[in-house]
């Protein structure tokens, strides 16, 4: 998101924090960075799904590795990962308990929910119809610090 000097409050808050979670993902070792652009029309960032969707693919017949971790809540990678699973590598999916991809869940070999508040265990996986098998719910209510503006 950009900075806005006429942004809320709130989505101050919320650019500051994805602020903060792009200059830890840049400091971690062997995590690529790739940053897409911004539509002039609808002002969101375009080009990374497709991106992280080919990557994966690519890298996969490549072998450049055994085993995915994709962090997500859309489902629009779904196929992608159908065909890494199909040439017999593991993908596994991490989603915040808010944006939990449900068709993802079902065709990935583990899943973690980093849940708030138990959020994800009381409002998000009852209301799931055909659950998937084995979800590590991992709390991170306390591991959260407050960002002020």
């Excluded at 995590?31 to 911004?38: I, N, T």
């Excluded at 969707?53 to 489902?75: F, H, P, Q, R, S």
């Excluded at 808010?98 to 996986?125: C, M, Q, T, W």
């Excluded at 055909?130 to 209510?141: F, G, L």
């Amino acid at each position: 998101m950009p900075d806005d000097p006429n942004a809320t409050p709130t989505k101050k808050l919320e650019i500051n924090a994805q602020n903060k979670f792009f200059q830890t993902i840049r400091q971690t070792p062997q995590v690529e960075f790739y940053k897409g652009y911004l539509s002039r029309t609808t002002k969101k960032e375009k080009g990374i799904d497709v991106r992280l969707a080919v990557d994966l693919l690519k890298d996969a017949y490549e072998g450049n590795y055994k085993e995915a971790i994709i962090v997500t809540g859309d489902d629009d990678f779904l196929y992608s990962i159908e065909c890494v699973r199909n040439i017999k590598l593991r993908v596994h999916l991490a989603a915040f308990a808010s944006r939990f991809p449900i068709g993802i869940a079902h065709n990935v070999n583990k899943r973690i929910v980093y849940d708030i508040n138990k959020h994800f265990e009381l409002r998000v996986l009852p209301a799931i119809k055909n659950k998937p098998n084995n979800i590590e719910i991992r709390d991170i209510t306390k591991e959260l610090k407050v960002l002020s503006v």
